[in-house]
């Protein structure tokens, strides 16, 4: 399975950003799957995790009810759109996938197989 993120970028305080994930090769290979980022000199975190099926969902409290992440089953690609972005929100966000499903611990980055290579999300104040 290859991780294509895309849609990163340089944005004001405040405003919105919608990033995705595209998945390919052997998609089947991506159930569950998550959002993870990094900031400079800060380890990775997890910001949201969707269920294979997308009836579930996972949330840091950081980005909780700001950011919404969701997934088209069939093109199996991922999408995070975050509203209300702060610079502390500013990281390389990496799409993750599990060939697992319901994952029962989604927050943690050991459960996923698969890592895309990241796209750069930077909020200016």
């Known amino acids: 399975v290859q991780l294509q993120a895309s849609g990163g970028g340089l944005v004001q305080a405040g405003d919105s950003l919608n990033i995705s994930c595209e998945a390919s090769?052997?998609?089947?290979?991506?159930?569950?799957m998550a959002w993870f980022r990094q900031a400079p000199g800060k380890d990775r975190e997890f910001v949201a995790h969707i269920a294979w099926d997308g009836y579930r969902t996972t949330y840091s409290d950081s980005v909780k009810g700001r950011f919404s992440i969701s997934r088209d089953i069939v093109k199996t690609i991922v999408y995070l759109q975050m509203n209300n972005l702060q610079p502390d929100d500013t990281a390389v966000y990496f799409c993750?996938?599990?060939?697992?499903?319901?994952?029962?611990?989604?927050?943690?980055?050991?459960?996923?197989?698969?890592w895309g290579q990241g796209t750069l999300v930077t909020v200016s104040s």
């Open positions: 090769g052997r998609t089947y290979g991506a159930q569950d």
């Open positions: 993750a996938a599990s060939s697992l499903s319901d994952l029962p611990e989604p927050t943690t980055s050991s459960p996923y197989r698969y």
